[in-house]
């Protein structure tokens, strides 16, 4: 899949730099030319002999490299390539590409590039919870950065949390997505998927009836048409598609920034089950149970968050895609709910406890836009995930420039 292709890849200087081995490995099997750059740091972790016998290419490493500068320069080295990888992205590696320093090869390559460039961050979770950090991310993400994890799991140093690098079939198949010819190459999308839980107190929650098997099957569907896919979920029990970046929620207000963080963006489809109401003042302990009494709950609405990203004023995804889950009156009602909102169009289905459909495998929507209402037959959540990949890859026409 990817022969005759380029790729810059970039080693940063953390334990999670042995995984490079194997995805230098992997990227060769598929095809690939790899040419290695490796941090001072990287070369505390894995040799740069290792990394260029795998890679059949020499490792470069030097900014002032005479050798290098006469036959290629850093700035054409930073040209060539199809793809820039940063496997692993350190937190300084992301801080210096966010503030454009370009004190070593690597930052001046990436500063230097006009190439697509990825990501696969790893640190502490402290690191990366760290609000500059966090800023980081959201500068290189706005610049066009595709960010590959971090997954959560055990650290070197003992922790256990967000940062653990993603595996090297994970950024593989990223790769491949981004070098793709799909339909909806260039193209991000952000998918909101699950329920959301909002908390009473430290053992009880409000929830919606999904699944969020909808939600992964849109997708992974967008992913295979090669849409660089940010996949916002609550705690769903389906599993979470490869290939995405997950970010993992509880509640909407956690859900509302984490979409607002992931803009912008091409389309936006929301499939998530998002509560209506939360507890205006959730307990901090347990609710104890007494004889006689029974507690009384005062709710507030949660964000709109398919409105509001609907009608943003600037920065709004170019299409805006809603699902009105319904037990009656089934088109009206999400009619009513696509002019109310704002978006571009609403998938409507008749989620009545005899449809089998909140919490099963089948679905059958009705997608309403200007155009009016046009009834799917009932299939399939993957086959109607499809279909409404391919009806999103045809409303964005061609691939996004890069």
């Known amino acids: 899949m990817l022969s005759g292709k380029r790729i810059l890849l970039i080693i940063g200087g953390g334990i999670a730099a042995y995984k490079a081995l194997e995805l230098i490995r992997r990227l ?4 690939a030319a790899v040419t290695p750059v490796m941090t001072a740091a990287a070369e505390q972790f894995v040799t740069p002999l290792s990394v260029g016998a795998l890679a059949g290419e020499k490792v470069h490493g030097a900014l002032f ?13 930073s040209r060539v390539a199809d793809l ?7 937190a300084d ?3 210096k590409m966010a503030q454009g320093l370009a004190g070593d090869l690597a930052s001046t390559l990436l500063l230097a590039t006009d190439t697509p460039v990825m990501i696969a961050p790893a640190m502490n979770v402290r690191m990366w919870q760290h609000p500059a950090t966090q800023r980081n991310l959201g500068l290189l993400r706005g ?3 595709t960010v590959v994890g971090p997954d959560d799991g055990d650290m070197a140093c003992g922790e256990f949390g967000p940062g653990r690098m993603s595996e090297p079939h994970e950024i593989l198949a990223a790769v491949e997505r981004a070098l793709a010819d799909g339909p909806l190459r260039g193209r991000r999308v952000v998918v909101t998927s699950g329920p959301t839980h909002e908390p009473i107190d430290p053992v009880r929650y409000i929830a919606n009836r999904s699944s969020g098997a909808q939600g992964t099957a849109i997708a992974s569907a967008l992913r295979d048409l090669g849409a660089e896919v940010v996949f916002v979920t609550g705690p769903a029990d389906a599993a979470r598609p490869a290939g995405v970046e997950v970010i993992e929620v509880e509640s909407a207000v956690e859900m509302r920034a984490a979409v607002l963080g992931a803009l912008p963006a091409d389309a936006a489809v929301f499939a998530a089950a998002v509560a209506d109401w939360r507890v205006a003042t959730a307990s901090d302990s347990k609710i104890k149970k007494q004889a006689g009494r029974l507690p009384v709950l005062e ?4 964000p709109d968050i398919l409105a509001e990203v609907s009608q943003l004023p600037e920065g709004r995804p170019g299409l805006v895609v809603g699902f009105a889950a319904e037990t009656d009156d089934v088109v009206a009602h999400a009619t009513a709910k696509r002019l109310r909102k704002g978006c571009d169009w609403i998938l409507a289905n008749d989620v009545s406890p ?5 919490g099963g495998s089948e679905n059958a929507v009705v997608l309403i836009s200007d155009d009016g209402s046009e009834a799917w037959p009932r299939m399939g959540k993957r086959a109607v995930a499809e279909r409404l990949a391919q009806r ?3 409303a964005l026409g061609a691939p996004a420039a890069e």
């Open 65 to 77: 490299d005479l050798t290098s500068e006469a036959e290629m320069g850093h700035i054409q080295l």
């Open 93 to 95: 590696l992301m801080a």
């Open 28 to 31: 060769r099997e598929r095809g």
């Open 143 to 145: 610049d066009g950065v």
């Open 84 to 90: 820039v990888l940063v496997v692993p992205a350190t």
């Open 299 to 302: 709710f507030t609405e949660n």
């Open 392 to 394: 999103i890859a045809a």
């Open 354 to 358: 005899a449809t089998g459909i909140m």
